[in-house]
């Protein structure tokens, strides 16, 4: 028997978002997550993926995790605080605070998790925070969470987080301050203006929080959106994800001492949540090994994401302001640019459609994440299907 009023909920709301398109089927894909991928039996060159340097199916990596299981077993047997704090997962965190020059990091299971756990470690009801209006969902729910007086700035535009930091700072209301942003914005490519935000962040005495969940292993040769900029005794909290760039799962912060010290005994999801396993905290430590000894695989990233940019680009699409390799094509109607996502499916390019509420109104675009994977013939053969359905559908 289940409840009645859930079974209404349930069927109301499912029933409202398919009558308006807006129930999301997700795809199975019945491949490794690498360039080229299987959906439905059908073979796509995959440029939908968060896999920035193609490591999520890296042999050396495959390998490294399959002798951790022979050696430290599936899983990590309890919270790290009880007795699930494994050697490898020391290794990993002393890996991150050199991958981010920093005095110490501290992991989790996820990006997500990061945000759930090292906002509200440290601001509550009596702080305000600074949050940039197109931040990540997981840092909303982290400010959330906090119980802080969140308070949206204006994309990227430093009079508005200027403004309101000063007023913020005047009114007294405040213990503590926080500005908060992503590294690099998921959705157009653009790159946060960390040094106006640090440069405010000091005249303000804010506290300093960068989630590059997409920049680190992108942006600074891999090294990440603060070190591009060369801020990292300037942040006071790094975030990065270990599932991105990195190929595996979890996520991270960086900082200071005494910062990742409070968060070992403040922060819940550390507490109360077992850690990443063994295969993929030596596969993660390895990945980061592998980022720091060669710029290989981020130069071959940025190669395809400017191949893949000129292509596009050429054939008179509307590719946006990126900085990086994320290549949005803009399309503009939402029902077009799903159309337009549907048949680049169905003539052999994978790459999904974004439109409102994701981004604004009239602003549709198929998002393209070339990888350090794709080689030059896969970019080709994508660029000439964006060329056929661009011409048919008379958006070129
Ligand atoms: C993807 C992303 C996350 C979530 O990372 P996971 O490790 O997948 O949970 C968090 N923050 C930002 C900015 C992201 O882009």
């Given at each position: 028997m289940s409840s009645n009023a859930l079974d209404q909920f349930l069927n109301e709301n499912l029933e409202d978002l398919r009558s308006k398109g807006l129930y999301n089927e997700i795809d199975v894909v019945e491949?490794?997550?690498?360039p080229v991928i299987k959906i439905g039996g059908k073979e796509l060159i995959n440029l939908s993926s968060n896999n920035y340097l193609g490591l999520a199916t890296d042999e050396l990596l495959k390998e490294v995790a399959i002798n951790a299981i022979n050696e430290w077993g599936v899983g990590a047997g309890a919270v790290r605080t009880i007795n699930g704090t494994l050697d490898i997962h020391t290794q990993l965190e002393k890996t991150l605070a050199k991958f981010k020059g920093t005095e110490a990091a501290i992991a989790y299971q996820s990006g997500f998790n990061c945000n759930m756990a090292a906002i509200s470690a440290v601001m509550d009801k009596n702080d305000a925070i600074l949050s940039?209006?197109?931040?990540h969902a997981s840092i909303i729910d982290g400010c959330r969470l906090s119980k802080a007086k969140i308070i949206r700035v204006n994309h990227s535009d430093m009079d508005d987080l200027r403004k309101k930091a000063k007023e913020a700072k005047e009114s007294?209301?405040?213990?503590k301050i926080m500005v908060i942003t992503d590294g690099?914005?998921?959705?157009?490519g653009d790159i946060a203006n960390l040094p106006g935000i640090i440069e405010i962040a000091e005249e303000f005495d804010l506290i300093t929080y960068v989630d590059d969940a997409h920049g680190s292993g992108v942006t600074g040769k891999g090294a990440g959106t603060v070190k591009h900029f060369g801020l990292a005794d300037k942040v006071d909290f790094q975030i990065g994800t270990l599932s991105k760039a990195i190929g595996v799962v979890g996520g991270y912060v960086a900082g200071k001492k005494n910062l990742i010290d409070w968060l070992k005994v403040r922060s819940r999801p550390f507490l109360f949540s077992t850690a990443v396993t063994p295969a993929d905290a030596v596969a993660a430590t390895k990945a980061i090994e592998i980022l720091m000894s060669s710029t290989e695989l981020n130069d071959r990233l940025w190669e395809n994401g400017n191949y893949l940019k000129n292509g596009l680009k050429q054939l008179g699409f509307n590719i946006g302001e990126s900085e990086t390799p994320i290549t949005p094509c803009i399309i503009g109607e939402e029902k077009t640019t799903q159309l337009f996502s549907k048949r680049l499916y169905e003539e052999g390019v994978y790459a999904k459609s974004i439109v409102f509420p994701t981004v604004?109104?009239?602003?549709?675009r198929v998002r393209n994440m070339p990888t350090a994977a794709h080689t030059k013939e896969m970019l080709d053969q994508a660029i000439s299907i964006y060329e056929k359905v661009g011409k048919e559908m008379g958006l070129i």
């Open positions: 491949s490794a997550n690498g940039d209006e197109l931040n007294g209301l405040y213990n690099v914005f998921s959705m157009d604004p109104q009239g602003t549709g």
